[in-house]
């Protein structure tokens, strides 16, 4: 299958600072990037869907100021958590599709907030 | 919107036994169901797929079928192994039109433990 990669993997910051997760699909083209958050035991949860070149669509209850989504090229969507608060500490995913069906997730960031 | 249900939330098999996972979609028009499996600290894997044309797919001792009349798919696993153990999650999506696709959701995950 496809290859979506993140960076970083495990990022502690402190509450109050911003912090920025990169997403890339390493070997096609991404139209389409997904962000989800994943709390412990629970599903994923879609925060926003982001297409090249466009603003991303904010799932319902989910700060859009909060959470800044920039879909700058076709292999790379950036999450931004403005001013982290240790509310905001959890699992974040990334997802990718290109021109086929399917939907490729990244290996995730565990973020903390102190 | 979609809602989709799964079942069970935990499954304990022996090795070499078979698991199956179920799940119920709301929305008829959804056309594609992914399975994914996520170990501990990792990202969802793609293990399998069906399209809505298809009454059931097998890859190896992996296989999904699906019902369209009920609104529900399975996956199964047979001839399980310890490291088949992990959480797999059932999911659902329409298409949102020209080449754009709609937003995956997800069931509740169903976690499976192998034991040797």
């Known amino acids: 299958g496809a290859v979506v990669s993140q960076h970083p993997s495990r990022v502690i910051c402190k509450s109050g600072t911003s912090v920025k997760i990169e997403c890339r699909s390493l070997d096609f083209q991404a139209t389409t990037m997904f962000w989800y958050r994943q709390f412990p035991k629970q599903s994923l949860m879609l925060m926003a869907t982001?297409?090249?070149?466009?603003?991303?669509?904010?799932e319902q209850g989910v700060e859009k100021d909060k959470f800044l989504i920039n879909h700058a090229s076709l292999t790379l969507s950036t999450l931004t958590v403005t001013s982290a608060h240790p509310e905001d500490s959890s699992f974040y995913i990334c997802s990718a599709t290109g021109a086929g069906y399917e939907q490729y997730f990244g290996p995730g960031t565990r973020l903390t907030v102190t | 919107g979609e809602n989709v249900e799964q079942h069970p939330s935990t499954l304990s098999v022996q090795e070499g036994d078979s698991a199956v996972i179920k799940c119920t979609y709301s929305?008829?028009?959804?056309?594609?169901f992914p399975w994914y499996k996520q170990e501990l600290g990792k990202g969802p894997q793609l293990i399998i797929d069906?399209?809505?044309?298809?009454g059931e797919k097998k890859d190896q001792r992996i296989a999904v079928t699906l019902n369209k009349t009920a609104k529900h798919f399975s996956l199964h696993i047979t001839e399980t192994q310890p490291e088949d153990s992990a959480v797999y999650f059932c999911a659902a999506r329409q298409n949102a039109g020209g080449t754009s696709y709609g937003k995956l959701t997800f069931g509740q995950g169903t976690i499976l433990t192998v034991h040797p």
């Open positions: 929305d008829s028009a959804s056309n594609y």
């Open positions: 069906i399209r809505s044309n298809v």
């Open positions: 982001s297409n090249e070149g466009s603003k991303a669509t904010y």
